[in-house]
């Protein structure tokens, strides 16, 4: 079996699996005033400094929550409204074609039922968000911009975007920029104080922690409109008792992958590299998607079109060799589609059809990349027969 | 893997019997927009989570591969242009000979696969000198032969009917299910046409053909009605004719003719649906077809009576003599002709001769 679906969710680490199941053993509220909820307080504000210092981030700043697609929920929509109320002229919501779901379909909810008008940022050929488009949107009229969202890296391409010199655009025209960085924490450097962003989204199960957990990190200043309405906790912005287990296993993820972050680079990024090198002797009209400069992607990234071929058909002829990709998004009904990150790029549409994205993490091995090597030219031989259907 | 208890239990048949098998559910939506974007409110999205889960249990992999498109122009807008025409299609048949066991298979071999395995009920016999035979289930009640009968040999070759080669019944299906933890098992059955999910084929006839007023007639051509559309009716059709006064004899009358270059339906009493020849075309044969005049016996519609028959080809046309007149026979409607289980072949209506005169 070669697992090349880490950014999809990579293994836990073993820190963080006992973290969590020593902490599943102990009982406890973090809003009681017992000394149950005293001790399930003092563990989740622990997870809370070792989360903040792991991201860059004052203690705070963190907001946990379910996860990444909570996060980009309550920033996206929480800082339209809570802008929108302060100044009705503020309806403009600034975005990047290539953003994940979580943030796109946030964006386009807003524009069907909250009046949200979308100006979508221009991209490069690689999905890049260049500052200049950003100042371009700004300056059409910064008093009707409610906040802007780009990325940190992309999830499926993996290029990774200029966030300090947007946010520093963003600042200059004062609306804030939300940045989805679930795929950048581990990767590349997010110092989330050093960024000028106004909130980042993070979730635990990509970096070694566990599922259903992930934190917003929100500066000070902002104060987004609750998605969930409650007992008030984390800062009045997400109620709901705290997941005990689940946030001190995601700081130690958190730490650990913080700490281990150059070694991991390096060591992930010639993995991949020896990946994509292997993939186009095999395949040498295999075109590589996202920045061919290693020093714009994510390390542990790789993604190519195959002329001719369904991604859909190729997944499956992989997963039949054990060999465990991804094509871009599928829907709830499993009817894989052209991705729309592939086709923000410029990219020919029957090419997007056949994509695949290889995603490596801390527990690959120079073994996994031999064996997709071995298999990806008789796979894409065979799936181009099968043609577009 | 339509999501349905059948093919779920003919996947995990075919795994028990040593197949390496990949589970597949074909999206078909009429509207491959609203599939593709997902949950928001499109019937077959429950379907496909059906179809997982029950592949889920099995232990096989599952896709869901869009072939909504084709399925659009070879199936949908063909069913639409058959009623357009006057003429009664079957959209399953018309399913199998052009999405499942083509578009489907073609992709299936493509990708290395040996064959299609589906859950209908009919029995793949093969031959001593290898050919491939297809033949009614075992349990008459549940065959589903009739709308195979369009596959080719080359079609059968790759045909895999688990269900069809053991007497099991419908509720025996359902135990099965049951015992392998399938969740399907008990999910009613389906028997509306699939791309018609209100099961109100009128009005999607309507919507796609329009309404457009015209005459009902009698046999002698005398107006006694009027209808909103000549291709809302089928031959053999009593109810829902809407005519104000009775005939004179007092009868009930049904719908005899339809025609639409003239948007005029002809109505008459029941003998006169009495139908005893018919031709057909686009003849497709499981085996080889048939030379001289011969006997068969021919069945005209799905769960349909079977009926003894003499029939020959004739440039290419299927002439069939029925040995006693049937009734409610319509352009359009495919012919299977038999000989004992086995399936001969099968072809589309395209004239009937009654008793009197020739129509079509």
Redo the contacts between chains.
Sequence with gaps: MAYLDHAATTPMLPEAVRELTTQLAHTGNASSLHSAGRRARRTVEEARERLAAALGARPSEIVFTGGGTEADNLAVKGLYWSRRAADPRRRVVLASPVEHHAVLDAVHWLADHEGAEIEWLPVDEVGRVHPEALREAAERGPERIALATVMWANNEIGTIMPVLELAEVAAEFGFPLHSDAVQAIGQTEVDFDGSGLASMAVTGHKIGGPYGVGALVLGREHTPEPLLHGGGQERDVRSGTLDVPAAAAFAVAAELAAERRRDFAAQVGALRDELIAAVLAAVPDAVLGGDPNPAGRLPANAHFAFPGCEG??L???L??QGIQASTGSA???????PSHVVLATGADPELARGTLRFSLGHTSTAEDVAALAAAVGPAVE??R???L? | MSGGVDSAVAAARAVEAGHDV?GV?L?LSANPQS?????RG?C??ED??DA?RAADVIGI???????AE?FRADVVDDFVEEYRAGRTPNPCLRCNEKIKFA?LL??AL???FDAVCTGHYATVVTTAEGRRELHRASDAAKDQSYVLGVLDDRQLAHALFPLGDTTTTKDEIRAEAERRGLAVARKPDSHDICFIADGDTQGFLAKHLGTAEGDILDEDGRTVGTHQGAYGFTVGQRKGLRIGHPAPDGKPRYVLDISPVDNTVTVGPKEALDVVALTAIRPRWCGEPPTGPDSYTAQLRAHGEETPVTAEVVDGELRVEFAEPVRGVAPGQAVVLYQGTRVVGSATISTTRRRERVTG
């Excluded at chain 1, 829907?331 to 589609?337: E, K, L, M, N, R």
């Excluded at chain 2, 599939?35 to 949950?39: L, V």
């Excluded at chain 2, 992999?61 to 072939?67: G, I, N, V």
């Design positions: 859909d058909s997944l499956l002829l997963d039949a829907c709830t009904a499993g009817v894989a589609q065979r799936a027969s099968a043609g259907s | 990949t559910h999206a599939f593709r974007t997902g949950a499109c077959t999205i496909s989570r997982r992999p599952f896709y869901c591969w869009d072939m084709r578009a073609d992709k493509a990708l290395g």
